[in-house]
């Protein structure tokens, strides 16, 4: 788990080594569904807070070359051949998405289905919901069951900056 004045050092050699450094900018959100975003019109790549406190060194940094890669192969890329090459030139080896949770751990919705599969919402969800491991489609069968948990503004802020986890019932 790094620190942002650490992760900006290692965004910073990257944006030199790869980028023009008068041109990019790092930067840090509170996004809790990606780890990080390419931006191309004000040329700024940006991390998730939560990302940064939970995820280990390696990852932060494989994300870093993952936007690094979408800023080299320009905006038209995506995910495609282009951006695929350009991102193992550089030293990527990750997947398209982030595999791991964000900030699950302060969803203050947590579902579980009959089976026991967990799912994390931010935001209340708004209709019924099916468990898609164990049905294809909706099935009531399979049918969500919603809870929802107090995570403190103190909290929040402790699991967005320093990567401290809440307890489940907290």
């Known amino acids: 788990m790094a620190e942002i004045h650490q992760v900006t ?37 940006s991390l998730s807070r939560y990302h940064i406190a939970s995820a280990s060194d390696d990852d932060i940094h494989q994300t870093l070359l993952h936007e690094v890669a979408h800023a080299m192969a320009g905006p038209a890329a995506g995910h495609g051949q282009l951006w695929k090459d350009t991102a193992q030139r550089i030293g990527y080896i990750g997947t398209r998405t982030y595999p791991k949770s964000i900030a699950d751990d302060v969803a203050p919705w947590v579902g579980t289905c009959p089976a026991g599969h967990a799912y994390y919402r931010h935001q209340r969800p708004k209709q019924a919901m099916a468990c898609g491991k164990c049905s294809r489609g909706f099935n009531s069968k399979h049918t969500i ?10 909290t929040r802020q402790a699991a967005r900056v320093s990567g401290a986890r809440p307890s489940p019932l907290e």
């Open 9 to 45: 050092k290692w965004a910073n050699a990257l944006i030199a080594l790869h980028l023009a450094p008068e041109d990019w900018t790092i930067g840090f959100d509170n996004a809790k569904r990606r780890a990080g975003v390419c931006m191309y019109g004000p040329k700024r790549i």
């Open 145 to 154: 069951a919603w809870l929802q948990r107090e995570i403190s503004a103190t």
